[in-house]
């Protein structure tokens, strides 16, 4: 069985490739870093450390790698021979990919009628959907036709800390113990393939992908941007600050609402959750950049992401949302250099001020909680976190 994966970053060596080799595919990475791509092929092998206390080293086997650029055609062959297409490459660049892989996918179409899922692992809410749109601006609407009868672009949801460390042979990836990879079974077309070794299959994702979004994803943001704003370098450091702690914990509580009501879910299961989130936070194996967690201000802080999605909801139920105001006003602070959507964003509320950037990045108008965001923007913004 073969699986081709795009992206070869933490996400796609240290979770999706790994959990693909031990269901028994040989995997095929797409990606444009060619150092990675080299480093990949010369050993066809590489490296994952667990990240517990005896942080166990395993080599995965079986894995090459191409470059969706400059070796399109070889690209374009695998999506013909493989059984199974992923992707973890970002949402932002899933627009870079679909002209390959529409390409692919009819040349396949051309050759074979075998039907085949495109899975894609980005954190967003319906990231194969988007893919498919994608897809679907580049085809013809007979070829479109093709497709939908026999590409599936399941949506899905990923949990698992993926980072990496530099070794002496190139990147160690490295992966805390827990994951959940959830796949929507009903959005698949091919059910010939043995079920992924530790992927779990749902009828209905959203319960899932909302949880994880708005409750992981968001808390985690959280960390990284009261993080900074304090000059605290990891996630794990700033956790130690109770008032950091006080104020991620309250803030998934608050957007824990969201999902209780619309799921009816179960509260005293949703503490565990929460807390068990936190601890997975604060693993003491873990040194977790907060840039490279609060990265992308621009997205986390868009309509229906993280921050704001919960936010905006709660707010019209009339439910408490100080503290996910306090996170999205931390994220307007977030100021990295190395952040190519920090330094726009910091530039717009420079040249325009915040009430312009919330309704510009935001879509918030709804002007109280403008206001609440405001208050806490201008109470945060010398670099003191604050009470909510
Ligand atoms: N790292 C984490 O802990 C988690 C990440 N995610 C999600 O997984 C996805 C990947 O994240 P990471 O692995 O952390 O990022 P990463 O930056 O480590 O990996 C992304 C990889 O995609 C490659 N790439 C970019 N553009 C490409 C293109 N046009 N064609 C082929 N490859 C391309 C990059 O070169 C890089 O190797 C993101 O959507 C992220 O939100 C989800 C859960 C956890
Ligand atoms: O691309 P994004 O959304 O920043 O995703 C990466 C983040 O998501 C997380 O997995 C949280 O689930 C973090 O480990 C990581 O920082």
Redesign the pocket.
């Known amino acids: 069985m073969k699986a081709l994966h795009f992206g070869a970053g933490n ?1 796609g060596k240290g979770f999706i490739g790994n959990l693909l080799r031990k269901t028994g595919y040989e995997v095929c990475f797409v990606d444009v870093n060619q150092e990675m791509i080299d480093r990949i092929n010369r050993r066809n092998s590489y490296s994952v450390e667990l990240l517990d206390e005896n942080h166990t080293v395993e080599t995965i086997f079986s894995v090459s790698a191409l470059n969706s650029i400059i070796q399109e055609k070889r690209v374009i062959e695998a999506i013909v021979s493989a059984d199974i297409i992923t992707t973890s490459v ?2 932002a660049n899933l627009s870079k990919i679909s002209k390959v892989l529409a390409k692919g996918l009819l040349e396949r179409i051309a050759q074979n009628e075998k039907k085949i899922d495109v899975i894609a692992n ?3 809410i319906n990231a194969s959907s988007t893919l498919k749109k994608e897809v679907e601006k580049i085809v013809s609407s007979k070829e479109l036709a093709q497709i939908n009868s026999l590409v599936g672009f399941p949506n899905s949801a ?6 990496s460390k530099k070794g002496t042979e190139g990147d160690i990836a490295l992966v805390e113990p827990f994951f959940e990879w959830v796949i929507n079974k009903s959005e698949m077309v091919n059910f010939d393939l043995p079920l992924i070794s530790g992927a779990t299959y749902v009828e209905d994702l959203r319960p899932y992908i909302e949880r ?1 979004l708005y409750i ?2 968001m808390g ?2 959280t960390t ?1 941007y009261l993080a900074f704003l304090l000059g605290e370098p990891t996630i794990q450091k700033a956790l130690r600050n109770q008032n950091v702690e006080r104020i991620v914990r309250s803030a998934m509580v608050e957007a824990s609402q969201y999902i209780i009501r619309t799921y009816r879910s179960d509260s005293e299961k949703m503490t565990e959750f929460i807390e068990k989130t936190l601890k997975r936070f604060k693993n003491s194996n873990i040194s ?1 950049d907060i840039l ?5 201000p621009i ?2 802080l868009s309509y229906e992401e ?1 921050l704001v999605k919960p936010a905006r909801e709660l707010f019209k139920l009339g439910l408490p949302v100080e503290n996910l105001a306090a996170s999205i006003a931390a994220g307007y602070l977030f100021d990295s250099p190395e952040d190519e959507e920090s330094i726009t964003l910091q530039g717009y509320i420079r040249s325009n001020g915040i009430d312009k950037a919330i309704s510009h990045f935001s879509s918030i108008e709804n002007v109280k909680l403008k206001v609440m965001i405001k208050k806490y923007y201008d109470k945060m913004k010398n670099g003191h976190i604050v009470n909510c």
């Open positions: 996400i970002g949402v980005e954190n967003a990923i949990d698992r800390l993926a980072l994880k992981v994803n985690h943001a990284a977790d490279r967690v609060g990265r992308s997205r986390k993280r």
